[in-house]
Nanobody, 120 residues
């Protein structure tokens, strides 16, 4: 069982930065994927980024490549999403995810989401 709790969302102007955190607890294997999705109003949830818990095999959506970075604090069981050069189209609820079946994992786990709003 894995529990995920996001934090760090908020309101920022276009061009600004935010860092989202996903605190993980429970039994976490070093080989599972952790990642982020987002869902804008009226749109389907979309993939943003993922990485193995040990930091290997990192992937990004084309829309965020070069602007967002997923990484883990090795001293903590926390995964971060550093978001730079934010655009209004990045506005969405951001969800942390782990061990999804579509990532070759098991039962899959989701956080509760954190709102990110980028003003123009």
């Amino acid at each position: 069982q894995v529990q995920l709790v996001e934090s760090g969302g908020g309101l920022v102007q276009a061009g600004g930065s935010l860092r989202l955190s996903c605190a993980a607890s429970g039994r976490i294997s070093s080989t599972i994927f952790m990642g982020w999705f987002r869902q804008a109003p009226g749109k389907e949830r979309e993939f943003v980024a993922r990485s193995k818990w040990n930091g290997a095999s990192t992937y990004y959506a084309d829309s965020v490549k070069g602007r967002f970075t997923i990484y883990r604090d090795s001293a903590k069981t926390t995964v971060y999403l550093q978001m730079n050069s934010l655009k209004p189209e990045d506005t969405a609820v951001y969800y942390c995810a782990a061990d999804l079946p579509s990532w070759g994992g098991g039962r899959g786990y989701w956080g509760q989401g954190t709102q990110v709003t980028v003003s123009s």
